[in-house]
Nanobody, 121 residues
Framework: QVQLVESGGGLVQPGGSLRLSCSASGVILGIWDMAWYRHPPGKERDLVATITSGGITNYAGSVKGRFTISRDNSKKTVFLQMNSLKPEDTAVYYC???????????????WGQGTQVTVSS
């Protein structure tokens, strides 16, 4: 059973920074793309950033230049460094990873439990 465990959320003032982490554990044969999504209150869940196994990144326009996604493959961990935070960044943040756990099956999507980020003065 694969688990993704997130940490690092919390309350921060506008202009502040937070760093989210998400670590995968369990029987893992390989991890492909990793990503962060967010679900603001009253809105749909949106993609924030993605990173391939080779380190190629992509960002939503609203966070480009402020957020940085990175990963440590040896620790099966993905990070999201969030700077210059704005109230509109308030959301539950979820990590997502495509993980292969069985040689007979392809990679599947796994999700973390979510971590709350609140940007408010």
């Amino acid at each position: 059973q694969v688990q993704l465990v997130e940490s690092g959320g919390g309350l921060v003032q506008p202009g502040g920074s937070l760093r989210l982490s998400c670590s995968a554990s369990g029987v893992i044969l390989g991890i492909w793309d990793m990503a962060w999504y967010r679900h603001p209150p009253g809105k749909e869940r949106d993609l924030v950033a993605t990173i391939t196994s080779g380190g190629i990144t992509n960002y939503a326009g609203s966070v480009k230049g402020r957020f940085t996604i990175s990963r440590d493959n040896s620790k099966k961990t993905v990070f999201l460094q969030m700077n210059s935070l704005k109230p509109e960044d308030t959301a539950v943040y979820y990590c997502n990873s495509r993980i292969r756990t069985n040689w007979a099956r392809g990679a599947e999507d796994y999700w973390g439990q979510g971590t709350q980020v609140t940007v408010s003065s």
